[in-house]
């Protein structure tokens, strides 16, 4: 697990770590400036003497980080400069000093400094403390920076992305790697700030968990979660890992089912009916042998069989779809997973009352996931699309609290909401992920998970994981222009064991 920070979170545990801790800031600094002296040595020290680093230091404490990295290296023998972009008066104290001690080292510090004979950029103009779009002076230093040639490191952010929500402030440094201290910061993961950022390390500076006073991050990743998923007992039998009832694909859409269904198995579910259109009955059948089929007239009893349910992937929003999630609301109070037209006839203002069961369902103990992507979010929750992009988390969380469930509200970069506490930003996948069916295979893989018993939030959780891993996976064998949906349902799981012995 690795947590994903605010700026205004990320300063209040460098308060509570200097205030509380008792550790100084300069100490704090000191150990910024020596990881990014050890980042940049890895890389060059063996060709140190044609090495010239240029660092662009602004007037806060991320400019105070550029001044004393330009201290070490060159103590160290390397060729540095720094060009100062701001007003030094302006300066924070901790720069300041910096600034003094400085002086006593070989550094070149005049302005005229040219980019272009430097073969090491390092962008220490803003960090955590960035606060209104990059202009002027600044813009140009950004544009200098971004135009020389040579290796980028970012310090802490690269300047003018938002720390927070990763978007673009004007304009920003488009960094080859990024050195983050402490905690990784939000917008080093979402984009585009991830783009910009490049590779991103984080460094280890002396804040740590201790730091956080109870008040820990509210968002985290994986990078890896084998340990998070349902233990599989070696004699189990195909009912001890769940009966999955998928409702899914009108006439003509039997490929929503399929991918569904195929995901569900692949994740682990030990049966899967699919109720789905007459129609689709022969194509189901040759799709999927392994799933059992029935039409929607056997749906109440298949909602006796069941043991957790999905809704949605192809269902359309005809009558019969309305008939079928009536009843799966209705006539069950089992675990359900609602995806693509069950959100959209929940949406419309004859799914109102439906939505309204839901709702009282959810707040009685009924496992409720929704799975929408931004287009979906935004027909439930009556806001735009580019205000659901713009806040994500936020939205999803209104949604899971409308619901009393968990939200995976999807995008590039999904993220999974409850009512309360910490979200997860997924960051596994590609944008081969972005190709039809690949919310259903999400649907069908949140599905088998469930099946075997995982709870809602973890099964959200891992799920999303995996989705995205098997895109990666898939993409390695196709590329990311050639995924389809099926690829990524095939590729669930595929590193599973390897990883595992791998670990061992
Ligand atoms: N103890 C600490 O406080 C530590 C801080 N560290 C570094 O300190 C950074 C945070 O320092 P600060 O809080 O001083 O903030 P920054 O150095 O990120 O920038 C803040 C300064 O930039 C100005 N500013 C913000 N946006 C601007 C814009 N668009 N155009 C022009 N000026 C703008 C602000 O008015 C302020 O003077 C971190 O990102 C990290 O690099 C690290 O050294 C680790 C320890
Ligand atoms: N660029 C991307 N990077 C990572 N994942 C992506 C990207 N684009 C789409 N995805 C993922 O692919 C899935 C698409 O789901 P959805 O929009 O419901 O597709 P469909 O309706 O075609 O099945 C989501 O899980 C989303 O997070
Ligand atoms: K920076």
Do not use: C, F, H
């Given at each position: 697990m690795r947590y994903l920070v605010t700026a205004q979170e990320m300063k209040q545990y460098d308060k509570n770590t200097i205030e509380y801790l008792g550790i100084p800031g300069p100490v704090l600094m000191e150990r910024a400036a020596l990881a990014a002296e050890d980042f940049l040595k890895e890389r060059f020290d063996a060709v140190k003497e044609r090495t010239k680093v240029l660092i662009f230091a602004g007037m806060g404490n991320n400019g105070g980080d550029g001044l004393a990295l330009a201290r070490l290296l060159a103590a160290d023998g390397y060729t540095v400069a720094v060009r100062l972009v701001g007003d030094p008066e302006k300066a924070t104290e901790q720069w300041k000093s910096q600034w003094q001690t400085l002086q006593h080292f070989p550094v070149k510090t005049d302005s005229n400094t040219q980019a272009d004979e430097y073969n090491v950029i390092v962008d220490a103009l803003f960090g955590v403390g960035l606060s209104r779009p990059v202009e002027g002076i600044y813009a140009e230093a950004v544009e200098e920076m971004n135009v020389a040639e040579g290796f980028k490191l970012a310090l802490d952010v690269p300047s003018g992305i938002c720390s927070d929500t990763g978007r673009v402030l004007g304009c920003a440094f488009l960094a080859d790697a990024t050195i983050t201290f402490g905690f990784c910061k939000r917008g080093l993961v979402m984009y585009p700030g991830t783009d910009y950022a490049g590779q991103v390390h984080i460094a280890n500076v002396g804040i740590g968990p201790e730091s956080f006073l109870g008040q820990s991050p509210e968002m985290y990743t994986y990078d890896s979660c084998e340990q998070h998923l349902p233990d599989r007992t070696s004699s189990g039998n195909k009912g001890t890992f769940g009966k999955a009832l998928l409702v899914a694909g009108s006439n003509g859409m039997a490929g929503a089912a399929i991918l569904a269904a195929r995901a569900a198995y692949r994740t682990g579910a030990g049966m899967?009916?699919?109720?789905?259109?007459?129609?689709?009955?022969?194509?189901?059948?040759?799709?999927?042998?392994?799933?059992?089929?029935g039409s929607c007239r056997q749906l109440s009893e298949s909602l006796e069989w069941a043991d957790v349910i999905a809704i949605g992937p192809g269902i359309g929003r005809e009558e019969q779809a309305r008939e079928c999630l009536k009843k799966v609301v209705e006539k069950s109070r089992k675990p359900l997973v609602l995806d693509a037209d069950a959100l959209n006839l929940l949406a419309e203002e004859n799914g109102k009352a439906l939505a309204e069961k839901l709702h009282t369902q959810g707040a009685e103990g009924r496992v409720i996931i929704l799975t929408p992507h931004v287009g979906e979010l935004s027909r439930l929750l009556a806001k735009t699309i580019p205000e659901c992009k713009k806040e994500l988390p936020e939205c999803g969380r209104e949604l899971a609290e409308r619901f009393h469930g968990v939200a995976v509200a999807k995008d590039a970069r999904t993220i999974v909401c409850k009512e309360q506490g910490e979200f997860y930003?997924?960051?596994?996948?590609?944008?081969?992920?972005?190709?039809?069916?690949?919310?259903?295979?999400?649907?069908?893989v949140i599905l088998g998970l469930l099946a075997q018993g995982m709870n809602a939030i973890d099964a959200a959780v891992n799920g999303v994981y995996l989705h995205g891993r098997a895109g990666e996976l898939a993409a390695k064998l196709h590329t990311e222009y050639g995924v389809m949906a099926g690829d990524i349902a095939d590729c669930l799981m595929k590193d599973y064991d390897e990883k595992e012995s791998v670990k061992k």
């Open positions: 899967v009916k699919v109720i789905t259109a007459e129609e689709n009955r022969q194509i189901l059948q040759q799709g999927i042998p392994e799933a059992l089929y930003l997924n960051t596994t996948g590609n944008s081969g992920m972005a190709t039809a069916g690949s919310g259903d295979v999400l649907t069908g």
